[in-house]
């Protein structure tokens, strides 16, 4: 996390944190930029007082799934033709 963290620090995610605030932040910053969330995304959501949640936005949801198209648990139900 040694260069990741400078980059972070940079770009000014960590600016006015101190303590173990600063660090816990760093840590999330880590991992959410090690999943591949953008420099841009995480200023926005810092900015926006999201921070926490974008684990939870980036997470698979039922309605992201893809379930096949006449699956038991697909909403949509096959039509019988009579």
């Known amino acids: 996390m040694g ?3 400078a980059d972070l620090e940079a770009e000014g995610l960590l600016d006015g944190l101190e ?3 600063r660090k816990a932040r760093a ?3 880590a991992r959410l930029a090690d999943d591949g969330v953008s420099v841009e995304e995480l ?3 810092i900015a926006e007082d ?3 949640l974008v684990p939870v936005e980036r ?3 039922p309605s992201r799934r ?3 198209k006449g699956s ?3 909403s949509e139900r096959p039509t019988m033709r009579l």
């Open 3 to 5: 260069k990741q963290k």
């Open 19 to 21: 303590g173990e605030t």
């Open 27 to 29: 840590r999330l910053l």
């Open 43 to 45: 200023r926005r959501a």
């Open 50 to 52: 999201r921070l926490v």
């Open 59 to 61: 997470a698979p949801s």
């Open 66 to 68: 893809t379930i096949p």
């Open 72 to 74: 038991p648990w697909s």
